[in-house]
């Protein structure tokens, strides 16, 4: 049986593995920063040797967008150089690497879905240390390994747009959410199930950077609307521009990404967006 170590298994993408592991003929080993320390190699290296590990998934990243702004030796520290770190012993245990990064490695200026070999133009620390840390593991190059690119993500674990919705949805009677900024959720768990399920395919001699969201196309303010449909609350949403809700870190316009990719390489049908929603929902029993 494989051995698979879980990094940041308390994040969104690494509950969601944990609330599935038991349905995989995997033996799973959830980590997070009180257990080992990425940033340190050889904390990484011997966890890997004694429990045998094959394969990691690294869901441990700096996902406070704006605090990024003035923390970026924090950021760098788990998004860059941990990554390389843990893109070292992959190497020299030959262990199977797959790393989640972001949207935010493009400047969101395009009119048009995303492909992985599209210019990277990072407009915030956050999207800039992400982009070093696949850096790192391109260069590196572990055999079988590969980046998951992903957007808007939200869970049933953790804190996420759709939980903070549902929260002011109870306790306003209208929100302001904003209209030009335009990409696709992407539910943890579908992007949870696609990881594991793709693991026996993975078969590499460099690194591969995929593309995985849901499908369909939507700003934020759709998002929020579809919320509230779903939920039966009544709050109301009004459309509103990225300059009238300011934010220290600048986001993505345009964060459509092109799944083409991912799917002819490993035969995958993406769920479509108000799917996953409705499961979600669901599961939070929140679905009216």
Known sequence: MLNILVTGSNGQVGSEIKEISSSYQ??????DRTNIDITKKEDIKSFCEKNSINIIINCAAYTAVDKAETDEINADLINRKAVKKLALISKELNIKLIHISTDYVFDGKNFKPYCEEYQTNPQSIYGKTKLEGEKELININPKNSIIIRTSWVYSFFGTNFLKTMLRLGKEKESLGVIYDQVGTPTYAGHLAKMILEIIPQINSQKVEIYHYSNEGVLSWYDFAKEIMRMAKLS????????KDYPTQASRPHYSVLNKN????????????????????LKRLGERR
């Open 26 to 31: 995997y033996n799973f080993f959830f980590t």
């Open 235 to 242: 709050c109301k949403i009004n459309p509103i521009e990225t």
């Open 261 to 280: 990719k991912i799917k002819s390489t490993f035969a995958l049908e993406i769920p479509y967006w108000k799917d996953g929603l409705d499961d979600c």
